[in-house]
């Protein structure tokens, strides 16, 4: 079955720096990639979304890659700031056009 | 726009009760909801897809007679956790996609639920 995992659980970075999440998947092939944050205790809320056919994407002080052939999304915030603290969540678009989530890195940017 | 408005936000019920949870897409019809439920520390599990009009499709392992999922019109949808037990206590959130292309899904806010 299709497995989708984020290599840390937790990580933390000094205010400022540049932070990196890595999603990894297996068994599927998907049109295209998405990553969310989550806040406690609330839903997730949608930051990029990222096709097949491109490398990289960018908004703002986000950056995405997609690497179709490892199997691998990266994630950068850069000039990472406290309000960034949250958790991150790579998502994967299933044939019923249902989103299946990775395991989430809790990110925490220190001041 | 695409907004999706859950309710309510957190229940407690007592063990052996039926909880109701609400899912409505604001500003835009969605054919397609979907559930998931979360426990501490861990990510959103799919629990069903749910379709205007027709029946929900679950995921493997997701009771069906348990959570019973309702689509009636393009805007609304329910999960129904019937007969609920201390171990259905979790983070309940529903989901909508929106326009296709690069929004995303939509999420609400989430329904916390405690069994006692």
């Known amino acids: 079955s299709q497995k989708i995992e984020q290599n840390s659980e937790a990580l933390n970075i000094q205010e400022g720096k540049t932070a990196t999440l890595t999603c990894n998947y297996t068994?599927?092939?998907?049109?295209?990639l998405q990553w969310y944050r989550q806040d406690p205790g609330r839903g997730p809320v949608f930051l990029l979304l990222i096709r097949e056919n491109e490398k990289e994407k960018r908004k703002e002080r986000l950056k995405v890659t997609f690497d179709t052939t490892l199997k691998q999304s990266l994630f950068h915030i850069t000039a990472s700031q406290p309000a960034d603290s949250a958790t991150y969540l790579c998502?994967?678009?299933?044939?019923?056009?249902?989103?299946?989530f990775g395991t989430g890195t809790r990110l925490t940017v220190i001041p | 726009g695409a907004v999706v408005s859950q309710h309510p936000s957190w229940v407690i019920c007592k063990s052996g009760t039926s909880v109701k949870i609400e899912c409505r897409s604001l500003?835009?019809?969605?054919?397609?909801m979907f559930w998931y439920r979360q426990f501490p520390k861990q990510s959103l599990m799919l629990m069903a897809t749910s379709n205007e009009g027709s029946k929900a499709t679950y995921e493997q392992g997701v009771e069906k007679d348990k959570f019973l999922i309702n689509h009636a019109s393009l805007t609304l949808s329910t999960l129904t956790v019937t007969s609920a037990h201390p171990e259905d206590s979790s983070f309940y959130i529903c989901?909508?996609?929106?326009?296709?292309?690069?929004?995303?899904?939509?999420f609400g806010s989430g329904t916390r639920l405690t069994v006692v």
């Open positions: 068994n599927y092939s998907p049109a295209y």
């Open positions: 500003d835009f019809q969605a054919t397609t």
């Open positions: 989901s909508a996609s929106s326009i296709a292309g690069d929004r995303g899904y939509t």
């Open positions: 998502a994967l678009v299933g044939g019923a056009n249902n989103l299946f």
